[in-house]
């Protein structure tokens, strides 16, 4: 079985198509944005896809992506790239079966859940740091929850965000004050939700952030606060490209419906 999985974010997107994703030498390829084609960004992605592919017909299909589709399959919303608005993603990425098309951090969520079997629990929530904040929370026991908290406000009247407002958490992430504002969005959620592992992935999260946020942390939050410590995604930045490809496979029909009888 040939699954196609597609990653794509604000610098570029990856993409893998394999027959056995633990297979040895199973690698993903990258492509960065090229400024010269940016009215055909899609167009990128579907080369990337077909170089991957090479020929063979994919039984499933997952694409990670950042914004939001109406049901037609077609881009509503990106605001970091208001650009793909009216794209029609999921006619674009159709090499013979329909992809499904998915928040990306969720995604990477289900892969870094999926890595870590004896956190359900616990209860985990997992923040993709990119352009945006992607996030999702797994109650303790429970199943995966799709959020936004790339926008919750750490500073009213803070920096500008692309949603329009000020002192968003991701506006925040761009400046020196980046480990203030996250520790204070997850003293906020660790109010709200109920976890006890933290996950950080996502390209622009480093041990520095996270040790940094780890030692801010207990200042921030009410005195008595059971607090996780932020670990980093065991997938590294691959965590929505390995989430779409754990999605695909469960979306996959099974061997016995595909083969004639
Ligand atoms: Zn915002």
């Known amino acids: 079985m040939v699954t196609l999985a597609i990653d794509i974010g604000g610098s570029g997107a990856r993409a893998l198509a394999t027959d056995d ?18 009215d055909d960004e899609p167009g990128q992605v579907v080369e990337l896809a077909r170089s991957v592919l090479g020929g063979r017909v994919p039984d499933a299909v997952a694409v990670a992506f950042p914004g939001s589709l109406d049901a037609a ?30 928040d990306d951090a969720y995604l990477a969520a289900l892969a870094e859940l999926a890595a870590r079997p004896e956190a359900r629990p616990d209860g985990l929530f997992y923040l993709g740091l990119g352009t945006g904040v992607g996030g ?57 939700c109920a976890f006890r592992r ?22 921030v939050a009410r005195p008595g606060t059971d607090l996780p410590r932020p670990e980093p995604a065991r997938h590294g930045a691959g965590s929505s490209l390995r989430g779409a490809l754990l999605a695909a496979r469960l979306r996959a029909p099974s061997c016995d419906e595909r083969t004639p009888t």
């Open 21 to 38: 994703p633990d297979a040895p030498g199973t690698e993903a390829r990258e492509l960065r944005w090229d400024r010269a084609r940016v």
């Open 198 to 219: 933290l996950v950080v992935g996502g390209g622009t999260s480093g041990p520095a952030l996270l040790r940094d946020v780890a030692e801010l942390l207990p200042r």
């Open 136 to 192: 999702a929370w797994a109650q303790p026991g429970g199943g995966l929850v799709r959020c936004e908290p790339g926008h919750l406000i750490v500073r009213p009247d803070g920096e500008p965000c692309s949603c329009g407002r000020r002192g968003c958490l991701q506006a925040h992430l761009r400046t020196a004050d980046a480990a203030w504002a996250l520790a204070l969005a997850v003293a906020n959620l660790a109010e709200i």
């Open 73 to 102: 399959g077609v881009v509503r919303r990106w605001p970091n790239r208001p650009w793909w608005t009216g794209v029609a993603l999921t006619a674009r990425l159709d090499f013979g079966v329909p992809p499904l098309v998915d």
